[in-house]
């Protein structure tokens, strides 16, 4: 390895370093600025990071998808999409993250179990602190 190719890993290392801190106060604050929603709300819902992570969700997004406690923390709002929308869905979800106004879409959830449920999804664009999030509540057509 030469001393370029070191300085460069080093610098790599270093923002995604930065990148997770960041990712981890965005988290943080939006989870505290929406917590009443998510905890008292009948419906499920997710609160979304403008690169598609999820950062927050509700008990009723738990059972809607079978996940327990923080296994969907970070991950892909793709992880809840069927297989075969991933793409499409990964599409829409940048294209909305340009626009960001509140709209319904129609989607294939994918359940932990592969089990796979038609959803309705009203996303509403959130700014906390400067940073645009989505929050998406999820219902079962």
Not at 70 to 83: G, H, N, Y
Request: glycine share 6%.
């Amino acid at each position: 390895m030469t001393e370029m190719d070191d300085k460069i890993e080093r610098l790599e290392t270093l923002t995604d370093r930065l990148e997770m801190l960041e990712w981890e106060q965005l988290r943080q604050r939006a989870t505290v600025a929406l917590d009443g929603f998510l905890t008292y709300s009948t419906e499920a819902m997710l609160i979304v990071s403008p690169k598609g992570r999820i950062l927050g969700l509700n008990q009723r997004a738990k059972e809607l998808f079978g996940y327990t406690g923080d296994q969907l923390i970070k991950q892909s709002t793709e992880t809840i999409v069927a297989a075969d929308e991933r793409v499409l869905h990964r599409a829409c979800r940048d294209e909305y993250l340009h626009a960001a106004d509140t709209r319904i879409v129609e989607v294939r959830g994918e359940r932990s179990d592969g089990t796979v449920v038609p959803l309705s999804v009203i996303l509403n664009p959130v700014v906390i602190e400067g940073q645009h999030i989505a929050l998406a509540v999820c219902r079962v057509k």
